[in-house]
């Protein structure tokens, strides 16, 4: 009975086993790495969190709190999404706060001098960030576009 552990532990020790440990380490991350470089598309859930909503805002149908976005990326960047917990955070005072300083702007007469620079501000904003004004707000869009010939 005692024959079999020793022989166990005798090839434990053996060279060949190490070097066989370590080729296949070495093929499967060899193998992990070629699979997580391939490019990838698949819907992922995002859990909805509104925050920052407004006093005055009311959200009439919370329960649709999930958005699904389909996403063609590299395993690389698929890792994050398959670690951690998955949110999309939309924060509603940002909209609020914009809608109203738009209403600002195309309301009050002292604030029509400043339309020119809110625009300016908004096309570097844009610039810099890889962002788009008329696609966020929409409603918005042609005001960018009357007011971008408007002279201070």
């Known amino acids: ?20 440990l370590i080729f296949f380490l070495l093929a499967f991350f060899i193998l992990v790495l070629s699979r997580l ?9 995002f859990k909805v969190n ?16 999930t958005l699904n976005l389909t996403m063609s990326t ?21 909209f609020d706060q914009i809608q109203r300083f738009c209403d600002y702007l195309r309301t009050t007469e002292p604030a ?3 339309r020119a ?11 810099r960030r890889g962002k788009n004004f008329s696609k966020v707000f929409p409603y918005y869009a042609h005001l960018l576009e009357e007011w971008n ?4």
């Open 37 to 45: 470089s391939a490019n990838y598309t698949s819907t992922v859930k």
């Open 117 to 127: 620079d809110f625009v300016r501000y908004i096309q570097e904003y844009d610039k």
């Open 50 to 65: 509104l925050e920052n909503v407004p006093e005055e805002m009311i959200v009439l149908n919370d329960s649709l709190n």
């Open 112 to 114: 029509t001098e400043h």
């Open 1 to 20: 009975m005692s024959l079999v552990p020793s022989k166990i532990k005798t090839f434990m020790k053996s060279k060949k086993l190490n070097v066989f």
């Open 149 to 152: 010939g408007e002279k201070t």
């Open 74 to 94: 590299n395993g690389f960047a698929w890792l994050k999404y398959y670690t951690k917990e998955k949110y999309a955070r939309i924060y509603l005072e940002e």
